[in-house]
Structure formats: structure tokens, C-alpha cells
């Protein structure tokens, strides 16, 4: 990352509030919040540029951790940003129901985003921007910033949905406002924004949520089990005293069924996997050496607490050539 002093970012603040006024004119513009850092620091500028003019979706694609909604819907709230909630869960359901390709569920949720967005945008006149929390790994991994020779083109690693995910004929010019940063420098301009630490400081969360995390074909049984078993991993590394230390850590279901035991009878249980890595831009991870006390702590924690699992195991991998996610 480019070393750059505080005045740097609050002067591409000042730029970028001048450039989105520019831009956007008399017009509205609509952003999905996801409860990741880049579209809440995507927002903050905006609505800071045209304030009452950015309309700030939350939409709830059935795809989110446990209380993700309320957290993060009170969060914007203390700073005069109301958010609109969309329960979308059952829509999205539907259209993943028996897809199983992680790139056919990114184009499903990409795809389903926009057009929430669009009937949102619909109940409003003029809406003819979409606001999008894209940053620089995002169009880098998408092969989509590709200028220059063949030879230059960055390989395409995922479609991520905020880039290449999108359908060809969405109803509104994108703004990206983030687009040439890189996610510490995101959270810089965050800080700049006077954004709350507590916001600016979460680990990044995918936009296709908790679906690229039940591998295969999501259901709401399977999301059910991932939500719980993830909640207890969140409460023991934040107890244990691990968040700041990780870049991003998550529960992963395979749908993987194994043979085991508890209260002395045999049980075919669900295999629950954790990741758990450091980072600075994504784009490189390493495994991170979580003490072994503290994994023991956390398998046996999600064993007792979520009723369908019966065994956990710890990711490795680091990246390359391993990606964060797994799908
Ligand atoms: P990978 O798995 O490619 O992830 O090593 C790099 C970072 O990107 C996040 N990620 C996504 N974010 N849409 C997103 O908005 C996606 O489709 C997507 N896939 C991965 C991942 O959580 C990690 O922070």
C-alpha cells in the first residue's frame, strides 16, 4: 500500500464530495448497504456529497449472519443515515434453490441485487445512479481494470459480484467512488469521514454473503446450522481477544456429513470448517496460528451449541493458492 498522511485522505474526501456533486447533478442515487466496510464508507461519502439524495438500501437477501440487520441498521442510524431494510430472503432463496456452481450463485445474487435495487429505485423519481463499494482488489482479481496489451490483463480470478457480477442491462450508471483504493486505504478515508472504529474496522464481508460459504446448493436448513455455528466461533474469538488480530475468520459448511458420537450414540452429523486468516490487501493470506487451546475451545463449543454438527476442522491454506473463501 502507498504510504500516504491523513491530510492525503481527507482531501480525496473534499475531491471526491466535488467530483459525486459534479457527477450526480439534480440526480438520486441508490446504494446497497451490506454491513461491510466499503459499501458503508461508499455511503458515508456519498450522502456526505449529496445527502438526502443517496437512498441507502439495506437489502435482506436471506444471505446475512445472525442480528447482521439489526446491528448494522442501528449503526447508520447513529450517524443520521436511515437506512431502508428490504426483506428479500425468500426471493433469493428461490433463485439459488438446486444451483450449485459458485459462479452461477454470484451471477443469481448479483443479478437479484440490482433488481431489488431497481424496484427500490422505482417507488422514487429520478434514481439514476447506482452507488457500488467496489475497490481496487475487486476490478484487479475481475480482470475487468484490463487496459494495455493482452500480456498486461490481469487474469480473471472470480467474477465478484460487485465488478463482473453485475447484468449487462442494469437502469443505472454505476458510481464507484472507491474504486482506485485499496481496503486499509478505505478504512483511512473512513476515519476520515469520522465513520465509528467499531464500523471502519470489521473484517470485510463477501457481497454473496453466506452463500458462497455453504458450498454447493444453499437451503435454509444449511444456512440455519452455518449462522449458528458461526455465532459461537464470532463470541469466542472476540472473548479470546482475536478480532484485531485477524484479517478475516468465518465457518465454511461443506456439506460434508460425517460419523461420530455424542451422548454415547452414533450420530451423522454435519462437518463444520474454519478459516481463519491474516491479510493486508486480500489479495495474499496466510493461514493465521490460532493457539491450539483455542481451536480445541471453539470445536467443542460449536459441537455443544449447534445440534447438527458433530465435527470441526481448521483451514491451513494459506493464498495462494488457497482463495479466503471456498467458493
Ligand atoms: P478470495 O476468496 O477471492 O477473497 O480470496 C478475497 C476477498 O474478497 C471477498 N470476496 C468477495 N467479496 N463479492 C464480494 O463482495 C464476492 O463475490 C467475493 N468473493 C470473495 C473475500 O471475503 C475476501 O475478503
Known sequence: MIQRDKEWYSQFVRDSVSRIREITGESRAIVGISGGVDSAVAAALVHKAIGGRLIPVMIDNGLLRLGEVELVVSCFAGLGINLRVVDASSRFLARLAGVADPEAKRKIIGEEFVRVFEEEAAKYQDVRFLVQGTIKSDVVESGSQAEGSEDDKPRLVKSHHNVGGLPEDIGFELLEPLRDLYKEEVRLVGEALGLPRDLIYRHPFPGPGLAVRVLGEVTREKLDILR??????????????????????????????????????????????????????????????????LLARIAKKITEEVPQVNRVVYDITSKPPGTIEWE
Open 228 to 293: 449458528k455455528a458461526q455465532a459461537v466461533l464470532d463470541r469466542e474469538i472476540i472473548e479470546a481477544g482475536w478480532y484485531d488480530k485477524l484479517w478475516q475468520y468465518f465457518c465454511i459448511l461443506p456439506n460434508v456429513r460425517t460419523v461420530g458420537v455424542k451422548q454415547g450414540g452414533r450420530t451423522y452429523g454435519h462437518l463444520i470448517a474454519i478459516r481463519a486468516v491474516l491479510s493486508t490487501d486480500a489479495m495474499q493470506a496466510e493461514w493465521a496460528r490460532i493457539p491450539h487451546d
